[in-house]
Nanobody, 124 residues
Framework: VQLVESGGGLVQAGGSLRLSCAASGRTFSSYSMGWFRQAPGKEREFVAT????????DYADSVKGRFTISRDNAKNTVYLDMNSLKPGDTAVYYCAAALRPVVRGTSVYDYDYWGQGTQVTVSS
């Protein structure tokens, strides 16, 4: 399974970005998908997760109401729409795929495959 993120960049506070993660390899609809982020000097943290069908999602409290995770199984792609961005959202954003059944999908240990990351920088 290969995961390739795109869509990162520099944006002013209050702005929006859409991240995409394209998957290749095994059947995309077999995976639960997640987004995580890692700021310099900090551990990788959970952002959002979506189940195989796209019917269930979960978010970190810090992004709830501002970020939306979605997926298009026909396009083998998962998205992260980020609105009302804050400087604290600055990080490298990673998408991840879980082949095993997950309970919540909020831990890095729930996931089997990771992308290379895309930088998001929010200026004040």
């Amino acid at each position: 399974v290969q995961l390739v993120e795109s869509g990162g960049g520099l944006v002013q506070a209050g702005g929006s970005l859409r991240l995409s993660c394209a998957a290749s390899g095994r059947t995309f609809s077999s995976y639960s998908m997640g987004w995580f982020r890692q700021a310099p000097g900090k551990e990788r943290e959970f952002v959002a997760t979506i189940n195989r069908s796209g019917g269930n999602t979960d978010y970190a409290d810090s992004v709830k109401g501002r970020f939306t995770i979605s997926r298009d199984n026909a396009k083998n792609t998962v998205y992260l729409d980020m609105n009302s961005l804050k400087p604290g959202d600055t990080a490298v954003y990673y998408c991840a795929a879980a082949l095993r059944p997950v309970v919540r999908g909020t831990s890095v240990y729930d996931y089997d495959y990771w992308g290379q990351g895309t930088q998001v920088t929010v200026s004040s």
